[in-house]
């Protein structure tokens, strides 16, 4: 029996089929177990002197503009336990994953709300700059994902 913090069904909050990235005619969910999910929204302002961050998770990455941290696991269902069938899988998914990021100076992030995908909250042409990816366990592959833009995209 699940545990109550643990979701139950699909499309609940952490569910990484809620995140879909889309670069030029390419499109794909991010998939997997999202852990955290962070927009930040840097403006300029004459009395603060703000400096981007070293890359840290939650840093901004400009001093003005949209900065957006994803961290999470590959190839995991909702419980965080190992979905894929073997380690070939996720290396395939998370090449796959990098080649669409690093690959694009515009990726558009679509963030749709739980429990029922409708309307998606966009952020829109990102540029990942930090791309890390390390296994977490035999059947996951735990990543950081670090994207920004000099715009402010949700006024």
Do not use: K, N
């Not at 609940?12 to 499109?27: E, F, I, K, N, Y």
């Not at 962070?38 to 009395?47: G, H, I, K, Q």
């Not at 069938?85 to 963030?111: N, P, Y």
């Amino acid at each position: 029996m699940p545990l109550p913090i643990f979701p139950a069904t699909a499309f609940a909050p952490g569910d990484g089929r809620l995140v879909s990235l889309t670069a030029g005619l390419q499109q794909r969910p991010l998939g997997g177990l999202v852990l955290e999910l962070l927009v930040l929204e840097c403006r300029d302002a004459d009395d603060l002197l703000l400096d981007p961050g070293t890359g840290r998770f939650g840093e901004p990455l400009l001093r003005v503009g949209t900065t957006l941290w994803l961290r999470g696991v590959l190839q995991a269902d909702l419980y965080g336990e190992p979905a894929a069938a073997d380690f070939a899988d996720v290396r395939d998914d998370w090449l796959e994953l990098r080649a669409l990021l690093l690959g694009h100076d515009a990726v558009d992030v679509h963030v749709y709300a739980p429990p029922a995908p409708a309307t998606p909250v966009v952020v829109p042409a990102l540029r990942f700059v930090i791309v890390r990816g390390w296994w977490h366990d035999p059947g996951g592959l735990r990543y950081e994902l670090g994207a920004c833009a000099p715009t402010l995209h949700l006024e």
